[in-house]
Protein backbone atom coordinates (compact mmCIF):
# COMPACT_ATOMS: atom_id res chain seq x y z
CA UNK A 1 0.00 0.00 0.00
CA UNK A 2 3.00 2.20 0.52
CA UNK A 3 4.69 3.77 -2.64
CA UNK A 4 8.01 4.61 -0.86
CA UNK A 5 10.27 2.68 1.35
CA UNK A 6 12.22 3.78 4.69
CA UNK A 7 15.83 4.12 3.88
CA UNK A 8 15.84 4.96 8.33
CA UNK A 9 13.98 4.90 11.48
CA UNK A 10 14.58 8.14 13.71
CA UNK A 11 13.10 7.08 17.11
CA UNK A 12 12.41 10.39 19.44
CA UNK A 13 9.82 9.10 21.29
CA UNK A 14 9.33 10.24 24.61
CA UNK A 15 11.48 13.48 23.82
CA UNK A 16 10.40 16.92 23.94
CA UNK A 17 10.01 19.99 21.67
CA UNK A 18 12.34 21.05 19.89
CA UNK A 19 14.19 18.07 19.45
CA UNK A 20 11.90 16.13 17.38
CA UNK A 21 12.21 18.78 14.83
CA UNK A 22 15.81 19.18 15.13
CA UNK A 23 17.03 15.89 15.08
CA UNK A 24 14.55 14.83 11.86
CA UNK A 25 16.58 17.93 10.68
CA UNK A 26 19.78 16.45 11.17
CA UNK A 27 18.66 12.86 10.44
CA UNK A 28 17.64 14.18 6.95
CA UNK A 29 20.90 15.54 6.12
CA UNK A 30 22.50 12.56 6.11
CA UNK A 31 20.21 10.69 3.39
CA UNK A 32 19.88 11.04 -0.17
CA UNK A 33 17.37 13.17 -2.17
CA UNK A 34 14.36 10.32 -2.56
CA UNK A 35 15.40 8.56 0.68
CA UNK A 36 12.53 8.87 3.11
CA UNK A 37 12.69 8.98 6.94
CA UNK A 38 10.56 7.25 9.51
CA UNK A 39 10.10 9.14 12.70
CA UNK A 40 8.60 7.44 15.42
CA UNK A 41 7.09 10.44 18.27
CA UNK A 42 5.14 10.38 20.89
CA UNK A 43 4.21 13.97 21.54
CA UNK A 44 1.02 14.97 19.97
CA UNK A 45 2.20 18.28 19.31
CA UNK A 46 4.68 16.37 16.08
CA UNK A 47 1.90 16.23 14.34
CA UNK A 48 1.57 19.76 13.84
CA UNK A 49 5.71 20.63 14.29
CA UNK A 50 6.28 18.15 11.61
CA UNK A 51 4.09 18.80 9.35
CA UNK A 52 4.93 22.64 9.63
CA UNK A 53 8.58 22.25 9.63
CA UNK A 54 8.69 20.07 6.19
CA UNK A 55 5.80 22.29 4.91
CA UNK A 56 8.17 25.79 4.86
CA UNK A 57 11.40 23.73 4.91
CA UNK A 58 13.53 23.62 1.31
CA UNK A 59 14.71 20.04 0.63
CA UNK A 60 11.91 17.88 2.49
CA UNK A 61 8.50 17.03 1.94
CA UNK A 62 6.09 15.04 3.84
CA UNK A 63 4.75 11.91 2.87
CA UNK A 64 2.50 10.67 5.27
CA UNK A 65 1.84 11.34 8.74
CA UNK A 66 -0.37 8.24 10.83
CA UNK A 67 -1.52 8.68 14.20
CA UNK A 68 -1.09 5.79 16.87
CA UNK A 69 -2.74 5.03 19.93
CA UNK A 70 0.82 6.19 21.74
CA UNK A 71 2.88 6.50 18.82
CA UNK A 72 2.88 9.32 16.21
CA UNK A 73 4.98 7.74 12.82
CA UNK A 74 5.64 10.83 10.44
CA UNK A 75 7.38 9.87 6.60
CA UNK A 76 9.81 12.91 5.55
CA UNK A 77 11.66 12.59 2.02
CA UNK A 78 14.44 14.79 1.14
CA UNK A 79 13.87 16.03 -2.07
CA UNK A 80 16.38 17.47 -4.57
CA UNK A 81 16.09 21.01 -3.06
CA UNK B 1 11.17 73.51 -36.09
CA UNK B 2 14.38 72.18 -36.41
CA UNK B 3 14.77 71.31 -32.72
CA UNK B 4 11.81 69.05 -33.32
CA UNK B 5 13.54 66.84 -35.66
CA UNK B 6 16.28 65.41 -33.80
CA UNK B 7 14.07 65.00 -30.82
CA UNK B 8 11.59 62.84 -33.36
CA UNK B 9 14.87 61.25 -34.67
CA UNK B 10 16.19 60.43 -31.38
CA UNK B 11 12.64 58.45 -29.99
CA UNK B 12 12.93 56.57 -33.27
CA UNK B 13 16.28 55.90 -31.98
CA UNK B 14 15.33 54.93 -28.39
CA UNK B 15 12.61 52.23 -29.52
CA UNK B 16 14.33 48.83 -29.12
CA UNK B 17 14.51 45.77 -31.93
CA UNK B 18 12.78 42.94 -31.63
CA UNK B 19 15.78 40.84 -30.79
CA UNK B 20 16.48 43.41 -27.91
CA UNK B 21 13.66 42.78 -26.31
CA UNK B 22 14.15 38.81 -26.69
CA UNK B 23 17.53 39.47 -24.73
CA UNK B 24 15.98 41.51 -22.53
CA UNK B 25 13.37 39.26 -21.79
CA UNK B 26 16.13 36.50 -21.29
CA UNK B 27 18.09 38.66 -19.05
CA UNK B 28 14.90 39.43 -16.71
CA UNK B 29 14.11 35.56 -16.81
CA UNK B 30 17.77 34.60 -15.62
CA UNK B 31 17.32 37.29 -12.84
CA UNK B 32 13.71 35.67 -11.69
CA UNK B 33 15.03 32.15 -11.85
CA UNK B 34 17.36 33.34 -9.72
CA UNK B 35 15.82 35.26 -7.34
CA UNK B 36 13.20 32.89 -6.63
CA UNK B 37 16.16 30.05 -6.33
CA UNK B 38 17.78 32.08 -3.17
CA UNK B 39 13.84 32.37 -1.80
CA UNK B 40 13.30 28.41 -1.98
CA UNK B 41 16.67 26.96 -0.79
CA UNK B 42 17.58 29.86 1.89
CA UNK B 43 14.97 29.92 4.48
CA UNK B 44 15.87 33.39 5.47
CA UNK B 45 17.93 34.99 8.79
CA UNK B 46 16.87 34.75 12.22
CA UNK B 47 18.55 37.49 15.24
CA UNK B 48 17.96 37.00 18.82
CA UNK B 49 18.93 39.53 21.54
CA UNK B 50 19.01 37.17 24.83
CA UNK B 51 19.56 39.37 27.61
CA UNK B 52 18.40 36.94 30.69
CA UNK B 53 19.93 34.07 32.73
CA UNK B 54 17.60 32.27 34.68
CA UNK B 55 16.69 28.36 34.10
CA UNK B 56 13.02 29.76 32.38
CA UNK B 57 14.21 32.48 30.17
CA UNK B 58 17.32 31.09 28.92
CA UNK B 59 15.08 28.08 26.91
CA UNK B 60 12.61 30.21 24.63
CA UNK B 61 16.00 31.81 22.43
CA UNK B 62 17.31 28.15 22.38
CA UNK B 63 14.83 26.57 21.49
CA UNK B 64 13.78 29.02 18.95
CA UNK B 65 17.18 29.10 17.59
CA UNK B 66 17.90 25.50 17.04
CA UNK B 67 14.63 24.94 15.26
CA UNK B 68 15.14 28.13 13.23
CA UNK B 69 18.29 26.22 12.23
CA UNK B 70 16.24 23.48 11.14
CA UNK B 71 14.54 25.06 9.03
CA UNK B 72 17.37 26.26 7.23
CA UNK B 73 17.10 29.44 8.71
CA UNK B 74 20.89 31.74 8.85
CA UNK B 75 20.81 32.26 13.22
CA UNK B 76 22.78 34.28 14.99
CA UNK B 77 21.95 35.23 19.20
CA UNK B 78 23.06 37.81 20.91
CA UNK B 79 23.68 37.17 24.06
CA UNK B 80 24.01 40.48 26.59
CA UNK B 81 24.13 41.35 30.36
CA UNK B 82 22.62 38.24 32.38
CA UNK B 83 22.34 36.52 28.90
CA UNK B 84 26.15 35.59 28.72
CA UNK B 85 25.15 33.22 31.49
CA UNK B 86 23.76 31.20 29.17
CA UNK B 87 26.79 30.69 27.11
CA UNK B 88 29.01 30.15 30.24
CA UNK B 89 30.06 26.54 30.07
CA UNK B 90 29.89 25.99 34.16
CA UNK B 91 27.17 28.39 35.11
CA UNK B 92 24.76 27.41 32.30
CA UNK B 93 24.54 24.33 34.10
CA UNK B 94 23.47 25.87 37.72
CA UNK B 95 21.20 28.57 36.10
CA UNK B 96 17.93 28.87 38.62
CA UNK B 97 14.67 30.02 38.92
CA UNK B 98 13.41 32.91 41.31
CA UNK B 99 10.83 31.89 43.83
CA UNK B 100 9.58 35.37 43.98
CA UNK B 101 8.17 37.77 41.24
CA UNK B 102 6.14 34.87 39.25
CA UNK B 103 2.52 34.92 40.39
CA UNK B 104 2.18 31.32 38.36
CA UNK B 105 4.35 29.89 41.01
CA UNK B 106 3.06 27.25 43.80
CA UNK B 107 4.82 29.67 46.48
CA UNK B 108 3.76 32.88 48.34
CA UNK B 109 6.25 35.76 47.38
CA UNK B 110 6.58 35.89 51.27
CA UNK B 111 7.34 32.17 51.47
CA UNK B 112 9.68 32.66 48.51
CA UNK B 113 11.60 35.83 50.07
CA UNK B 114 13.13 32.95 52.49
CA UNK B 115 16.71 32.10 52.51
CA UNK B 116 17.12 28.61 50.25
CA UNK B 117 13.95 29.05 48.64
CA UNK B 118 15.28 30.28 44.55
CA UNK B 119 17.37 26.53 45.16
CA UNK B 120 14.00 24.88 46.05
CA UNK B 121 11.99 26.14 43.34
CA UNK B 122 15.27 25.73 40.84
CA UNK B 123 15.56 21.86 42.02
CA UNK B 124 11.67 21.45 41.37
CA UNK B 125 12.00 22.82 37.30
CA UNK B 126 14.96 20.68 36.90
CA UNK B 127 13.30 18.05 38.43
CA UNK B 128 10.39 18.18 36.14
CA UNK B 129 12.83 19.11 32.74
CA UNK B 130 14.62 15.81 33.57
CA UNK B 131 10.97 13.68 34.32
CA UNK B 132 9.50 15.46 31.30
CA UNK B 133 12.91 14.06 28.74
CA UNK B 134 12.94 18.00 28.02
CA UNK B 135 16.39 19.12 26.84
CA UNK B 136 19.22 20.67 29.07
CA UNK B 137 20.16 23.73 28.58
CA UNK B 138 24.06 22.38 27.76
CA UNK B 139 21.98 19.85 25.19
CA UNK B 140 20.28 22.46 23.25
CA UNK B 141 23.58 24.99 22.89
CA UNK B 142 25.64 22.07 21.66
CA UNK B 143 22.76 20.72 18.94
CA UNK B 144 22.50 24.43 18.12
CA UNK B 145 26.28 24.83 17.28
CA UNK B 146 26.31 21.35 16.05
CA UNK B 147 23.34 23.34 12.88
CA UNK B 148 25.31 26.41 12.26
CA UNK B 149 23.79 28.60 15.06
CA UNK B 150 26.35 31.56 15.77
CA UNK B 151 26.44 32.44 19.84
CA UNK B 152 27.80 35.79 20.11
CA UNK B 153 28.82 37.69 23.60
CA UNK B 154 28.78 41.19 23.92
CA UNK B 155 32.37 42.41 24.63
CA UNK B 156 31.19 45.12 26.45
CA UNK B 157 28.94 43.35 28.99
CA UNK B 158 32.08 41.00 29.20
CA UNK B 159 33.99 43.45 30.10
CA UNK B 160 31.62 45.10 32.44
CA UNK B 161 30.80 41.66 34.08
CA UNK B 162 34.42 40.52 34.23
CA UNK B 163 33.63 37.65 32.60
CA UNK B 164 36.71 35.38 30.86
CA UNK B 165 35.76 34.33 27.72
CA UNK B 166 37.88 31.13 28.38
CA UNK B 167 35.10 29.71 30.07
CA UNK B 168 32.48 30.15 27.23
CA UNK B 169 31.23 27.13 24.92
CA UNK B 170 33.70 26.55 22.41
CA UNK B 171 32.54 28.09 19.02
CA UNK B 172 31.15 31.20 21.00
CA UNK B 173 31.78 34.16 19.30
CA UNK B 174 33.38 37.41 20.99
CA UNK B 175 34.94 40.65 20.66
CA UNK B 176 31.10 42.42 19.12
CA UNK B 177 28.94 44.96 20.18
CA UNK B 178 25.33 46.35 19.41
CA UNK B 179 26.83 47.41 15.74
CA UNK B 180 26.97 43.82 15.09
CA UNK B 181 23.65 42.95 16.42
CA UNK B 182 22.08 45.87 14.49
CA UNK B 183 23.66 44.65 11.45
CA UNK B 184 22.47 41.19 11.80
CA UNK B 185 18.95 42.67 12.74
CA UNK B 186 19.17 44.81 9.85
CA UNK B 187 19.39 41.48 7.24
CA UNK B 188 17.15 38.96 9.36
CA UNK B 189 13.64 38.39 8.25
CA UNK B 190 12.86 37.57 12.29
CA UNK B 191 14.37 39.65 15.40
CA UNK B 192 13.01 39.06 18.77
CA UNK B 193 14.43 39.95 21.60
CA UNK B 194 13.97 37.32 24.96
Known amino acids: M ?6 ETLDVKGQNCPMPVVKTKQAVDGLAAGDVLEVLATGPGSMSDLGG ?6 GVELVDQREG ?5 HYVRKTDQ | MSADAPGTAEAGDDVPSRAELAARIDELEDALADATDTAENDAGKMSIIATKGTLDMAYPPLILASTAA ?3 YEVTVFHTFWGLDILHEERSKELGLSAVGNPTMPVPNLVGSLPGMDRVTTRMMERRIEDNDTATVEELIE ?3 EMGVEFQACQMTIDLMD ?6 YDGVTTGVGAATAIRDMADADIQLLV
Do not use: K, M, R
Request: charged share 35%; no cysteine.
Open chain 1, 69 to 73: EDVYT
Open chain 2, 143 to 145: TSL
Open chain 1, 2 to 7: DDYETA
Open chain 2, 163 to 168: YDEEEF
Open chain 2, 70 to 72: AFG
Open chain 1, 53 to 58: WADATA
